[in-house]
């Protein structure tokens, strides 16, 4: 069996659906939960693919570390709806 992929994960880690993780209240959940998984444990892909759905972010990250940081920037904003 494959292991899950970052989201799935972060879906799980929340108790709660895929699609729920774009709100508010479980953004601010799920954020700080993917900053603390190790850089290495998931490929930049998904780490992009990640940002894609959670953020709406359109240029892709060349790092795992530059995603974290425009994970974190987006805890200090208002969510987009």
Known sequence: MASMGLLDTAAEFCGTYLSELRRGTTRQQVIPYLLQI???RYP???WNDALAYLLGAAEPCSS?????DLLAAS???PPHH
């Open 64 to 68: 795992v570390a530059a995603a974290k």
């Open 44 to 46: 930049l892909d998904e």
């Open 38 to 40: 190790p850089d290495d």
């Open 75 to 77: 805890l200090r904003q």
